[in-house]
Nanobody, 119 residues
Framework: QVQLVESGGGLVQPGGSLRLSCASS????????VGWYRQAPGKQRELVAT???????NYADSVKGRFTISRDNAKNTVNLQMNSLKPEDTAVYYC?????????????WGQGTQVTVSS
């Protein structure tokens, strides 16, 4: 199975930056669509950004222009550079890996890392 471990969360002031990383083991990382989701207290988990095996990206409207997702297949990692952070970005951020090829239908999740944006 695929295991995902997030890191890089913490406390940052509004307007600041953080870089989240997700380390993957198991599976064939390069063929998965990977991404970041977040969940604030009392809210459902929502998509932040994804990147396909071919490098196509998708961002939530709320983070476009501020966040950048990238992947390094040689290191089996996916990163999320978060700039111009806002208090509403506060959430637990989860790494996700998914595979949809014919009958294959797999989804994997990390344990999450806390991001708090506050002055």
């Amino acid at each position: 199975q695929v295991q995902l471990v997030e890191s890089g969360g913490g406390l940052v002031q509004p307007g600041g930056s953080l870089r989240l990383s997700c380390a993957s083991s198991g599976g064939i990382f390069s063929i998965y669509t990977v991404g970041w989701y977040r969940q604030a207290p009392g809210k459902q988990r929502e998509l932040v950004a994804t990147i396909t095996s071919g490098g196509s990206t998708n961002y939530a409207d709320s983070v476009k222009g501020r966040f950048t997702i990238s992947r390094d297949n040689a290191k089996n990692t996916v990163n999320l550079q978060m700039n111009s952070l806002k208090p509403e970005d506060t959430a637990v951020y989860y790494c996700n890996a998914s595979l949809r090829i014919g009958p294959i239908h797999d989804d994997y999740w990390g344990q999450g890392t806390q991001v708090t944006v506050s002055s």
